[in-house]
Each structure stands twice: as structure tokens, then as C-alpha cells.
């Protein structure tokens, strides 16, 4: 099945709930409005001429410049039965993103979402186990998202620019053409 023909089951399916869909990219995506993912995701499992039975990456994208600001989930989808691929893309308000859970569609997706959840603070609600699973339980902040900065990071830091474990020097025995290399043109 190619990319337009998926495209139109889901349209024909959901309607306006597919708001977006781009066929001519390396992976051909459609956009889902947030409160039907887990009706698509299941439509896209279940459907015999879809079929697409392995979630295979679950991934987040941190846009704080666009406008209005956002994070993108993004669920790439393949079927082994038809040998296709497909990506479904969800955007979410950077302030409180929440979402349903895709677990009881692919049972990996747990996985996946409590990875999203700890690095970026999505929300899958229903999610059986939605805990951190990188960060400690206490920790209060969200690594992969643009605006996060590490306390003594050294560019904005009060310490002048320079963090003692990043402090340059050079081996015991090194001598000078091992600690420089120049590289000839």
C-alpha cells in the first residue's frame, strides 16, 4: 500500500482528527489530533490492510520556538505482514502535555512512553506503570527539552566559564605532538 492510500484510509476513517499528512518525506507522516491517538493507533493495528503491528520508536521533539511552542510525539509504525512503515505524529502544548496511552494497542509502548514522560514530561494517561525511568524519583526537571540547563552548566553559569572537571590538561608523559595533532591540508 503506498503513503497516499494510507493516508486516505485515515482520513476516511477519522476525518478531520488527521490534520495534517506529508507524503514525499523520508518517512511519509500524518498528524493526529491528541485526543485520537489511541483510537488511530488501534484502527492502525487492527485494520487488515494497515496492519501495522510494531510500534518500533516512540520518541518526543522539543519545539519551544515555534508558534504556539510545542512537543511533538512521534510513534513510527511498521508492518511486517505488508512490509511498510508510517509515522503518526501528536503535538502537544509545551505547558502540561498529556496524552492517552498507546500501551494496550504495543505493549513496548510502556516502555517508550515512560521514556518520553522522564525526559520531557508527557503525560500518558492510563499508562500502568508511567514512572521515571532514567532520572530519580524526586529529580524536578526535564532533560531533553531545549530550555533545560545543568546548574554549573558553563555558560551560564556564576563561575566565570569554567568547571574544574572540564579544567584542560595535558598527560604526565605527553609530549607535544601527542596533545596537538595538526592536521595537514
Not at 522522564?118 to 492510563?126: K, Y
Not at 506503570?129 to 553559569?157: G, Q, V
Amino acid at each position: 500500500m503506498d503513503f497516499a492510500a494510507i493516508h486516505q484510509r485515515l482520513s476516511a476513517q477519522f476525518g478531520e482528527r488527521i490534520t495534517a499528512f506529508q507524503a514525499d518525506a523520508l518517512q511519509p507522516w500524518a498528524v493526529v489530533a491528541p485526543e485520537a491517538i489511541a483510537d488511530v493507533a488501534a484502527f492502525c493495528k487492527s485494520d487488515p490492510e494497515l496492519s501495522f503491528d510494531n510500534l518500533m520508536c516512540l520518541s518526543a521533539v522539543d519545539y519551544p520556538k515555534e508558534t504556539p511552542p510545542r512537543l511533538e510525539l512521534v510513534y513510527h509504525l511498521y508492518s511486517y505482514a505488508h512490509t511498510h512503515g508510517f509515522v503518526l505524529k501528536v503535538h502537544l502544548p509545551r505547558e502540561s502535555p498529556s496524552v492517552r496511552t498507546v500501551e494496550n494497542v504495543w505493549g513496548v509502548a510502556n516502555w517508550h512512553e515512560r521514556e518520553a514522560y522522564d525526559m520531557f514530561g508527557i503525560v500518558f494517561e492510563g499508562n500502568r506503570d508511567l514512572r521515571r525511568i532514567y532520572m530519580p524519583p524526586d529529580y524536578t526537571s526535564f532533560p531533553l527539552r531545549k530550555d533545560f540547563y545543568l546548574p554549573d552548566d558553563a555558560a551560564r553559569s556564576p563561575g566565570g566559564g569554567v568547571r574544574h572537571v572540564e579544567a584542560p590538561h595535558a598527560p604526565i608523559a605527553a609530549t607535544d605532538s601527542v596533545v596537538r595533532r595538526t592536521v595537514k591540508a
